[in-house]
């Protein structure tokens, strides 16, 4: 049993505190954040992330998971404090290290007795280096700093984080290496390997692991878009392609783009961090590009299809960034939003979990259903921007009576070719022939 402080109770910091108490660890969280405090303690989980609560629930019931507003207490007994802090890109798309590096100066004055500090947030390489000089600068006893990266897919992460691919971990001493595999060890008993490597590496690993998904996917939006223009079908050549064991079958489903809180960001820092040292990251930089035009892709058809979109009422089933979360940053229904309403569209909006999060944002901007079908009512289109499994199977007569006229654009690409055609819908995806009632 190990005492473990983590530092941040975000996505990243409220799972890893989590799996560590479910293994036995006793574990303090600690946020600035009052109110959020006291609803952690009151059981109530602040993120939607599918099993995560019933761990939670566990966990605070047997006095393993514990929440606090004071860093002090949270690290006085702590033989680890993992640092799980906002690095948001700035606006010349760099990390910004200010909540890492306030904190870690803080943990130089407070720590009393050796301690391995370990940078869970996704950080640019050199990161430890920084973190190692602003605990130096106060503190009075040995510490080590340890770069260990997260790979938790949202919707996934309870899962990803017991039954990890692998575990990276950038330390330069035995010490903390030490402390390291042994924390780790339940988590790879059916032989997944715990990667060791300098600080530097396992920092960047992070970045180039993202950057890689993020062109892989934006690959296939390129390859979609050309069918489209060829007419080939996107979904035979990624079946084709995915099916060579040099690429595999994941990552390739065209679409809208990607979001979320990893992969722009992270791109980002990485084609500046390539900046900073004279290195241009052009293949990655490329990829920025062409998300961004992605994210138009479905509005482009849409406008295409009316011409004038004044006045027209357009529901958007799906606003998360991805299924299975609540997460709308950097989502590309919040894109589609902001460009329907700059035309003078009427917006209507559906997501099982994400709503709230988006009414914050836009207010009485735009009109919010109780189900995806309400939202359909007296509907010029219906537009799919997050591919929830609620939507893949719906009632196609209902869609039908409630639509003006029988109008889908997909984002997803969701349903069969086939059925819409029998369905009688007018049907736009990405990377397929338009199917024309």
Partial sequence: ?????????????????????????????????????????????????????????????????????????????????????????????????????????????????????????????????????AVAKHATVDFDIVSNPEFLREGFAVDDFLKPDRVVIGASSDRARNVMRELYKPFVRQGNPILFMDEKSAELTKYAANSFLATKITFMNEIANFCEIVGADVDDVRIGIGSDSRIGKRFLFPGIGFGGSCFPK?????????????????????????????????????????????????????????????????????????????KGATVIGYDPEAMENVKEIYGDKISFAKNQYEALQDADALLIATEWSAFRTPDFDRIKSSLKQPLIFDGRNLFDLDEMLNKGFYYESIGRKTILP
Avoid at 313 to 338: C, N, Q, S, V
């Fill in 266 to 342: 992270d791109v980002q820092a990485l084609v500046k961090s390539g900046k900073e040292v004279g290195h241009d990251f052009q293949i990655i930089d490329a990829v920025l590009k062409v998300n961004d035009k992605q994210k138009s892709r479905l509005i482009d058809k849409v406008e295409n299809y009316f011409g004038d979109l004044k006045g027209k009422k357009l529901t958007i089933w799906g606003l998360a960034f991805k299924p299975d979360t609540d997460d709308i940053r950097e989502a590309p229904a919040l894109f589609m939003i902001d460009a329907l309403l700059s």
């Fill in 1 to 133: 049993m190990k005492k473990i402080a983590v530092v941040g109770t975000g996505y990243v910091g409220l799972v890893t505190g989590t799996c560590f108490a479910e293994t036995g660890n006793n574990v303090i969280c600690v946020d600035i954040d009052e109110k959020k405090v006291n609803k952690m303690r009151n059981g109530e989980v602040p993120i939607f992330e599918p099993h995560l609560d019933v761990l939670f629930e566990r966990n605070i019931r047997d006095n393993r998971l514990t929440f606090t507003t004071n860093l002090d207490d949270a690290i006085k007994d702590a033989e680890i404090i993992f640092l799980a802090l906002p690095t948001p890109p700035g606006e010349n798309g760099s990390a910004d290290l200010s909540y890492v590096l306030g904190v870690a100066e803080e943990l130089g004055k407070k720590i009393k007795n050796y301690k391995v500090i370990v940078d869970k947030s996704t950080v640019p390489v050199g990161t430890a280096d920084k973190v190692r000089a």
